[in-house]
């Protein structure tokens, strides 16, 4: 029984990762149609600025966490603004900005190896100290991370629901032209998309640094799952997104306690293949 409560309390804590790591994705691709393939490296950056300010400058763990998010959320916008932007309209904008996305991927990458080399980091913890759960041990980060996700999430769904702001990032993603024909700033409804989304790759980033090892190659992992959630749950939904993260979270739980790490990757991309192909439109997606 402390096995099972255990694992669920894994695929709990993955599934809240997952689910905010996917998020930021989904919320780009809705509003411009493509994908952000620096994603991760903008998680890795997030939490390299958030070790450099927190531990590095001294100011502490909360000021080098809002830091992270913030030079994330910086970065995102600038990689809409001069690698995604000029492309706008093109005929070939997708291919075009899986190439531009991916090019930014490798220079803040490689920008990472040079400033901060490749030694392990590792950013303090917001929250210290381990609780019991049915008898098995969590940190007190972890259980932070459980409960923080779908306050985020939350948050999120009500800023694109109820604030003007939101409605607009909906209804570019609907239909730019209607949206720009009624008075709708269509080039700062991608800034803004491309802000939020960097934004919780940072979080992200600064949650994975503080119970992972931080190194340039931090957000390659984490891209790749929130690709598999994003397209395992459906395009185009937030809530299929968040479902699909968490399934995928206590997923790979239970296949890492019944078959090891080496074959989880591979039956997690079995599945997300089936589900496909008998689901063209994803697990919770509608036509």
Do not use: C
Request: aromatic content about 10%.
């Amino acid at each position: 029984m402390d096995t099972i409560i255990a694992t669920l309390i894994s695929g709990l804590l993955l599934g809240s990762l997952y689910a905010m790591m996917a998020s930021g994705l989904s919320l780009v691709w809705t509003t411009l149609g493509v994908f952000n393939f620096s994603h991760g490296a903008l998680m890795m950056l997030g939490a390299f600025v958030a070790w450099t300010v927190g531990e590095g400058a001294g100011l502490g763990v909360w000021i080098g966490s809002f830091s992270g998010i913030a030079a994330a959320m910086v970065a995102g916008v600038i990689i809409e603004y001069f690698l995604v932007r000029p492309f706008y309209g093109s005929r070939n904008m997708l291919l075009v900005t899986v190439m531009t996305t991916l090019a930014a991927m490798i220079i803040i990458e490689k920008g990472a190896q040079i400033i901060w080399g490749s030694r392990l980091k590792q950013s303090p913890r917001l929250f210290e100290g381990d609780i019991s759960i049915g008898g098995a041990i969590i940190s007190r980060q972890e259980a932070f991370i459980i409960v923080l996700a779908p306050l985020v999430l939350f948050a999120i769904w009500r800023f694109a629901t109820v604030t003007a702001t939101g409605r607009s990032l909906r209804a570019v993603g609907q239909n730019q032209d209607a949206a720009a024909l009624i008075g709708i700033n269509v080039n700062r409804a991608f800034s803004i998309a491309f802000a939020l989304s960097a934004g919780l790759a940072g979080l992200t980033g600064v949650l994975l640094g503080s119970i992972r090892f931080i190194t340039p190659s931090l957000g390659a992992e984490p891209l790749t799952k929130a690709m598999i959630v994003v397209i395992f749950g459906g395009l185009g939904s937030m809530g299929a997104t968040a479902g699909a993260a968490y399934v995928i979270g206590f997923l790979e739980a239970f296949l890492i306690l019944w078959l090891g790490l080496y074959w989880t990757p591979f039956i997690l991309f079995v599945v997300m293949i089936t589900v496909l192909i008998l689901r063209p439109n994803g697990l919770f997606g509608r036509k």
